[in-house]
């Protein structure tokens, strides 16, 4: 699946994520990032609303798990489990979330923990930035099982 199959698939099963105006930009295994417009995510001091920063960072983890275990599984279920948000700066411009898989071992031994048991944990980072500045950096574990 690509950016665009992607998109249009959690536009139907998010319809939250085509109100907010995501944008998938990059869909890879080891690296998702995801666009929000602001436009659609003031809140009332003119800068990204806190819920909808967190909202696009679940999504951008979900979309790093859903890339690594549908090959596996298409069946599979993702939720999350437990999730940690820090905003550092306001947001006052469209925003970008990113989940970037350094460890490969990690991915592997979620795959194998999945295929054993028909189900695994995987816990994810996803940051916010503008340039070198980080806005929110959020933290994330997923559960996928049958």
Not at 34 to 61: D, E, Q, W, Y
Not at 73 to 87: A, C, L, M
């Amino acid at each position: 699946m690509d950016e665009i199959g992607f998109q249009k698939l959690i536009y139907d099963q998010i319809p939250i994520t085509e109100k907010m105006g995501l944008e998938v930009i990059e869909f890879k295994p080891l690296s998702v990032k995801i666009l929000a417009r602001l436009k659609p995510n003031l809140n009332h001091k003119c800068t990204a609303f806190g819920g909808s920063i967190n909202s696009l960072m679940t999504v951008c983890g979900w979309a790093a798990v859903f890339i690594n275990i549908k090959e596996i599984d298409p069946n599979s279920h993702i939720v999350i489990q437990r999730s940690n948000i820090e905003y550092f700066l306001p947001i006052d411009k469209d925003f970008t979330a990113e989940c970037t898989i350094e460890e490969q071992a990690g991915i592997e031994k979620f795959l194998f923990t999945y295929k054993k048991y028909s189900r695994a944990r995987l816990k994810l980072n996803v940051f916010c930035r503008d340039n070198d500045k980080i806005l929110s950096k959020f933290e994330g574990q997923y559960v996928v099982f049958r």
